[in-house]
Nanobody, 121 residues
Framework: QVQLVESGGGLVQAGGSLRLSCAASGRTFSSGTMGWFRQAPGKEREFVSRISWSGSGSSTYYADSVKSRFTISRDNAKNTVYLQMNSLKPEDTAVYYC????????????WGQGTQVTVSS
């Protein structure tokens, strides 16, 4: 079992920056994917970004809405994934969730509790 805990959310002005962290504990895997999702009130959960890793390296992917503004990274030593969010917009306001899956999984198996990000005008 993998436990994920998000942190770093808060209130920030439009144009500001925020860095979210997702700390993983429990079982770890040598390869897999961790991603960030977000959900605003009244809206469906949407994909934000993901990072996949294996013995050969890692790769990242971003939703078009956040590409060039957000950066996902992973600290292997701390078993933590980060989401650096720059140039934040009010429409980025949502609860941000961290998720993880193994390479053999078709969907994300593990989810954090979420952290609130509020971007004011």
């Amino acid at each position: 079992q993998v436990q994920l805990v998000e942190s770093g959310g808060g209130l920030v002005q439009a144009g500001g920056s925020l860095r979210l962290s997702c700390a993983a504990s429990g079982r770890t895997f040598s390869s897999g994917t961790m991603g960030w999702f977000r959900q605003a009130p009244g809206k469906e959960r949407e994909f934000v970004s993901r990072i996949s890793w294996s013995g050969s390296g890692s790769s990242t992917y971003y939703a078009d809405s956040v590409k060039s503004r957000f950066t996902i990274s992973r600290d292997n030593a701390k078993n933590t994934v980060y989401l650096q969010m720059n140039s934040l917009k009010p429409e980025d306001t949502a609860v941000y969730y961290c998720a993880a899956k193994k390479v053999g999984s078709t969907s994300y198996e593990y989810w954090g509790q979420g952290t609130q990000v509020t971007v004011s005008s």
